[in-house]
Nanobody
Framework: QAQLVESGGGLVQAGDSLRLSCVISGGIGRIYTLAWFREAPGKERSLVAAIAFNGRKTFYPDSVEGRFTISRDNAERAVYLQMTSLRPEDTAVYYC????????????????WGQGTQVTVSS
């Protein structure tokens, strides 16, 4: 059973940058999409970035397009989220997730989840 462990969250000021990391251990299969989701208080968990297994396709919603960058290192079994120009509305618990597909952005396809890391952006 795969385990995903996030790190890198914290308290920052608006306009700052932050880099989240997620390392995968255990069996997850050979091909998988990786993604970052976030969940703010009172809101549903939503996708903020996804990257295909080969790294050649990515997806970002409009809310983070141009500010967030997802990357992965298959050799290290890791995924990263570089966040810049952070805003108070980016405050949430951020989760990394994996889906045993070469590409998907459907939340229902993600079978493996980390425990989450808190990101708080003060104004």
């Amino acid at each position: 059973q795969a385990q995903l462990v996030e790190s890198g969250g914290g308290l920052v000021q608006a306009g700052d940058s932050l880099r989240l990391s997620c390392v995968i251990s255990g069996g997850i299969g050979r091909i998988y999409t990786l993604a970052w989701f976030r969940e703010a208080p009172g809101k549903e968990r939503s996708l903020v970035a996804a990257i295909a297994f080969n790294g050649r396709k990515t997806f970002y919603p409009d809310s983070v397009e141009g500010r967030f960058t997802i990357s992965r290192d298959n050799a290290e079994r890791a995924v990263y989220l570089q966040m810049t120009s952070l805003r108070p509305e980016d405050t949430a618990v951020y989760y990394c997730a994996a889906a045993r597909l070469s590409w998907t952005i459907r939340r229902i396809d993600y079978q493996y989840w980390g425990q989450g890391t808190q990101v708080t952006v003060s104004s």
